[in-house]
């Protein structure tokens, strides 16, 4: 089994910066692509940032700048670097990678449990 594990949220004053970070852990080939999405309560799911296993990268406009998304592959680990936080962008955040089981072609999508990011002035 799969499981994807968020760590590093907390409280931030704007301005500020954190780091969060996913782990995958479970039996499993490779990791296709990383994910990070936000959801304020009562609104819709948010893109934030994703990178495939090539290297490319894309991000949501609000955060493009400010925002870095990375991953160690020895640690099997993403990451989500955000500089520069704004008050609104308090929300729990979420990691989603596709992971592959094996040598095949198919994958299948995981979601982590959600850190929260929260705004402290």
């Known amino acids: 089994q799969v499981e994807l594990v968020e760590s590093g949220g907390g409280l931030v004053q704007p301005g500020g910066s954190l780091r969060l970070s996913c782990e995958v852990s479970?039996?499993?080939?490779?990791?296709?692509?990383v994910g990070w999405y936000r959801q304020v309560p009562g609104l819709q799911r948010e893109f934030v940032a994703a990178?495939?296993?090539?290297?490319?990268?894309n991000y949501g406009d609000s955060v493009k700048g400010r925002f870095a998304i990375s991953r160690d592959n020895a640690k099997n680990t993403g990451y989500l670097q955000m500089d520069n936080l704004k008050p609104e962008e308090t929300a729990v955040y979420y990691c989603?990678?596709?992971?592959?089981?094996?040598?095949?072609?198919?994958?299948?999508?995981?979601w982590g449990q959600g850190t929260k990011v929260t705004d402290s002035s």
């Open positions: 989603q990678d596709s992971v592959r089981k094996n040598a095949g072609r198919q994958y299948d999508d995981y």
């Open positions: 479970g039996k499993f080939y490779n990791v296709v692509s």
């Open positions: 990178m495939v296993s090539g290297g490319g990268s």
